[in-house]
């Protein structure tokens, strides 16, 4: 088994990161590449705790267990975050999230997926999703890699403060890059495309990339900038945010 504990270390923009994921979850980013079959997993937990004018707590939390043999990967997410300022909740949002990859052969797997969530700061109080569809091994050589995807998504999803329902039918999209610079340097991209089929203009874009640098065996260090587009949020939300994030993970 292989385990990797997350370790949060002050954040700028503390808890917009989970915000803006809670849209659209990075599942590439939170693949463990491994060639060994078995269970494999990450934990993060994260604190913190800062007074001026008001007392302000952040808190979160992240789960990921994988689970590999020679043709089959499952994973399952939880993503958790809560920002607290004088009995008022700011940011709350968690994310579940359960997909299934199944290997058809070497450049070829077959994806499905569920999901529910849940997120204030995008006046969001239940999104559900139901996904499948191919995902291509495009370039897969020692310093770079390259997967892309178009999978079928069912959304379902109740706003804050309306009684509207919305039930759309969207392509799921993605292109995920990683390129090792060095032995101990990463850069990853992944790109989120998701449209309506009944009108490609009202769309969804998340991008995010890292940069992963290996401190030693078992420590590294990961910077991380999000970026998200909606074409038509709910109300009084923007349509596009930003977030950047530092970390620090173990590995054993």
Not at 215 to 240: Q, R, T
Request: overall charge positive; proline content about 2%; cysteine-free.
């Amino acid at each position: 088994m292989k385990i990797r504990v997350l370790l949060a270390m002050p954040m700028l923009l503390v808890g917009l990161t989970t915000a803006v994921q809670g849209q659209v979850m990075n599942i590439e980013q939170e693949r463990i590449s491994t060639d060994t079959t078995g269970w494999a997993g990450t934990a993060q937990v994260s604190f913190q705790y800062f007074k001026n004018k008001a007392e302000v707590w952040n808190a979160g939390g992240h789960l990921h267990l994988q689970y590999k043999t020679k043709k089959s990967l499952f994973l399952a997410l939880s993503d958790y975050v809560l920002s607290k300022s004088a009995g008022d909740d700011f940011a709350n949002a968690g994310i579940q999230h359960l997909r299934y990859n199944y290997k058809i052969n070497d450049w070829f797997t077959a994806e499905a997926f569920t999901q529910a969530q849940y997120n204030k700061l995008l006046n969001v109080d239940f999104r559900w999703l139901l996904g499948a569809g191919p995902r291509f091994k495009v370039v897969k050589t020692k310093p770079f890699r390259m997967y892309a995807a178009a999978l079928y998504m069912y959304e379902y999803e109740e706003l804050a403060d309306t009684s509207l329902i919305h039930r759309d039918h969207r392509l799921s999209s993605y292109v995920s890059l990683t390129l090792k610079l060095r032995k101990n340097l990463t850069l990853l991209n992944t790109t989120y495309f998701q449209p309506k089929f009944t009108d490609f203009s009202d769309f969804r874009l998340s991008s995010q990339t890292d940069m992963k640098i290996a401190i030693s065996k078992h420590f590294a260090f990961k910077l991380s900038y999000v970026y998200f587009f909606d074409a038509a949020p709910a109300e009084n939300v923007p349509n596009e945010t930003h977030a950047l994030q530092n970390s620090l993970s173990f590995e054993f």
